[in-house]
């Protein structure tokens, strides 16, 4: 019977035909072929529908009998054709928008690193770009597998590379390898890592060289791994066998050697200070840069304050038809702030501040004995200069293997 | 020798046992309910109004009574008829 969808496509019209035996009409219609359905009677007409390729012949046919045909309803797609062309430019920017859409949904926007730990994120970054993936690529470009057989190849220290493309994102995951320590296994001496006064010594094994109280230099040996075998006090020789000297063998040396080391820092501070201080005051603006135009979203253009001080968030688009940033930047007033200090202030903060420059170069594991503070600088000088003595107790040992090779030449 | 011809057929359809509406084009009508009317074979329409229908059949026609009778669908042998019916009627 009816198909819904392709009266649809080929359009229907509705009439009203009007006229005495309107019957004749419809069986004549029916006789050549031409499909009506939803025939009512209304009054003194008669409504049903026609196909739009039927109603020519019907015309034609109610003419020729002295009937009246109006078109009460056009319905389908032929009749839309006004429609469209009156809203030419809606259809138009609909068709753009999915062009655009299909384009830019192309190329890569992100690209995320996960799962590494040691190896740096950027470093992954750059060598997928260089095979590649890298923002503002366009996905026909690269192969999913071919880029992470080459990453995998080029950094030998992961073990396993994925890419996933999830729309415009690149998902790299990475799993690293588990490298074996670097251990130093064969023989080797204890050394000191600073100069010292040695405070304690245990040895593990090896000989120990120093004992407590010696001065020893950065580099000595403190326990060799060169064992002389002492003769057992304990053995009585045997006369009778030939004396000789035992052969000296050589172990990794282990134990534990403290010492007490000494660090002078220097730290100094203004007793008239001028300082820059933010004043709590801060405006907001906000930009957006393209490559033709930067536009100022927020704010106002000029600069507000004397003195400022700015923050600048920054975040990038690489896009293949140019750079796009999205700024936002903060603008924090600063205040000229003069301060003086007491020198029992000003000796405060140079200590710390030379306290602050020791920490970078003593050891992590050191236990402080002393500190002594002493002005170096004369009361009438403007800055207050001062020297900081720490004494520390501290574990000064560290491997160094012993050069077989030499010893044999 | 029209009706001979008929009596063959109607014997033959009779023998083998296949419908008669197909062999010798009888008006087949199948109603559903008191609002669904298909009628085939039917050769045009009489008369039609919302409250009655005509159908000229084979022989004789067909009135169908009814109220707000609608024909939904046409065909050259086919058609749908909606609304109350009240009453079918066989005349010759």
Known sequence: ?409 | MEKKKDSIRYAMAELLDIPKDLVLDLPKVTIIGRDELYIENHRGIIEYSLTRLRVNLSRGFLEVEGNNLEIKALMADEMKVTGEVLGIKYID
Not at chain 1, 65 to 76: H, S
């Open chain 1, 1 to 409: 019977m009816s198909n819904k969808l392709f009266d649809q496509v080929g359009g229907t019209i509705k009439v009203a035909l009007k006229g005495k035996n309107p019957e004749k009409i419809i069986n004549m219609a029916i006789s050549r072929g031409i499909y009506i359905w939803d025939i009512k009677k209304k009054g003194d007409s008669l409504d049903f529908r026609v196909r739009n390729s039927g109603f020519k012949a019907l015309k034609a046919i109610s003419e020729q009998n002295g009937f009246d045909l109006d078109i009460t309803e056009k319905r389908g797609l032929p009749f839309y054709r006004n429609l469209f062309q009156r809203r030419l430019g809606f259809f138009a920017g609909a068709l753009i928008f999915i062009i655009a859409l299909y384009i830019m949904s192309s190329f890569i926007w992100f690209i995320d690193v996960k799962g590494n730990k040691n190896v740096a994120t950027s470093k992954i970054l750059l060598t997928a770009a260089k095979h590649g993936v890298y923002q503002g690529a366009a996905k026909w470009n690269f192969s999913r597998n071919e880029v992470e057989e080459a990453i995998l190849r080029d950094m030998s220290e992961l073990s396993y590379v994925r890419l996933d493309i999830k729309g415009v994102k690149a998902e790299i995951e990475v799993v690293e390898k588990i490298l074996p320590r670097k251990d130093i296994t064969g023989p080797c001496h204890l050394v000191a890592t600073r100069d010292g006064v040695i405070d304690k010594v245990l040895v593990l094994d090896g000989q120990a060289s120093v004992k407590p109280g010696d001065v020893v230099q950065k580099g000595d040996i403190l326990i060799s791994g060169i064992v002389f075998p002492e003769k057992s006090p304990y053995i009585i020789p045997d006369p009778e066998q030939e004396e000789t000297e035992p052969e000296p063998y050589t172990v990794r040396a282990r134990g534990q050697v403290t010492a007490r080391v000494w660090y002078e820092g220097y730290g100094e501070c203004r007793l008239h200070e001028e300082k820059l201080v933010l004043s709590g005051r801060e405006l907001n603006k906000i930009y957006i840069e393209t490559p033709w135009k930067t536009f100022l979203i927020k704010g106002k253009k000029d600069k507000p304050y004397p003195i400022y001080q700015q923050t600048l968030k920054k975040k990038e688009i690489n896009t293949p038809i140019g750079k796009f940033c999205f700024n936002s930047l903060i603008i924090k007033e600063k205040v000229k702030q003069v301060k003086d200090l007491s020198e029992k202030e000003a000796v405060k903060i140079a200590r710390e501040k030379a306290m602050a420059s020791l920490e970078k170069v003593m050891g992590k594991e050191c236990k402080i004995n002393e500190t002594r503070v002493d002005i170096l600088s004369r009361p009438s000088d403007p800055i207050l200069r001062v020297k900081v003595s720490v004494e520390t107790t501290e574990d000064i040992v560290t491997a160094q293997p012993i050069n077989t090779f030499r010893n044999s030449n």
